[in-house]
């Protein structure tokens, strides 16, 4: 069995560490179009993928060497881990929940950075949410991994630049199940603030070795997303276009 270590679960997560979705929203698909190729968008989750494939291939004991190897333990630092561990997963669930939101969110700041610009940008938010991870848990010996914190910073970004498009989102009212448009706003802020509340509750019963969501790795990827998209600005081509929101 593998050992317990913190992931950075993109489905939405209720305070108590049961996934909102299950009682809320999934979101499906976003109204705004893009107009450009994803290309680093889908290169991003095909290595993800590839990565994650090798992880499941390998006998429990090998997977546990690679995870500490190559997570970052906020207890033993090291800035190749930090890099390392954005292709890193800890399942499944994990890995498709993470791909799903990067899908969706992803081409749009891709096409308003640009290429070169985005991958730069999606490698700092992803720098900068483990950073912030291992700040409130700098004793921790509990590997992390995932692609959540960078993919957080997309959604920084993408509430900044379109606030107003719609998510077709799922919507679980105790048995039943339908779809709903929420605007991209609304959806993002109510993320961002179960990320920040559930960060702060996991603070008084957070154990050395016990695993679980990086909620604070989430909270600072997502608001590094939003400064970086004023910091580095969007392309030329993108500022021309008329159906952007402001």
């Given amino acids: 069995m593998l050992l317990a270590r ?36 889908v290169v991003l989750i095909v290595i993800n993928i590839l990565v994650f494939l090798f992880e499941f291939s390998l006998d429990s004991y090998s997977q546990n060497a690679l995870i500490f190897q190559y997570g970052l333990v906020p207890d033993r630092f090291h800035w190749s ?18 791909m799903w939101f990067l899908w969706i969110f992803g081409d749009n700041i891709e096409d308003a950075f640009g290429h070169a610009k985005y991958l730069l940008f999606y490698l700092l938010c992803g720098v900068a949410a483990a950073l912030t991870q291992v700040f409130f848990n700098r004793y921790s010996r509990v590997p992390m991994v995932g692609a959540s914190g960078a993919i957080a910073g997309v959604m920084g ?36 603030g179960i990320q920040f509340v559930s960060g702060f509750e996991s603070l008084g019963s957070a154990q ?37 929101y402001w």
């Fill in 208 to 244: 050395v070795a016990q695993g679980g969501t990086a909620f604070f790795a989430h909270v600072g990827g997502f608001l590094v997303g939003i400064l970086l998209i004023y910091l580095l600005g969007t392309q030329q081509t993108y500022r021309r276009r008329k159906d952007i």
């Fill in 157 to 192: 970004a993408y509430l900044v630049k379109f606030p107003q498009s719609r998510i077709r989102s799922l919507i679980f009212i105790l048995f039943f199940l339908t779809t709903v448009d929420v605007p991209a706003w609304i959806m993002l802020i109510y993320w961002f």
């Fill in 6 to 41: 913190y992931t950075g679960d993109q489905v939405f997560q209720s305070p108590s560490g049961t996934p909102a979705y299950r009682k809320q929203m999934f979101p499906i698909r976003d109204t705004e179009p893009s107009y450009s190729k994803p290309v680093v968008t």
């Fill in 81 to 98: 881990n930090v890099l390392t561990s954005m292709f890193l997963h800890g399942g499944w669930m994990h890995v498709l929940g993470n």
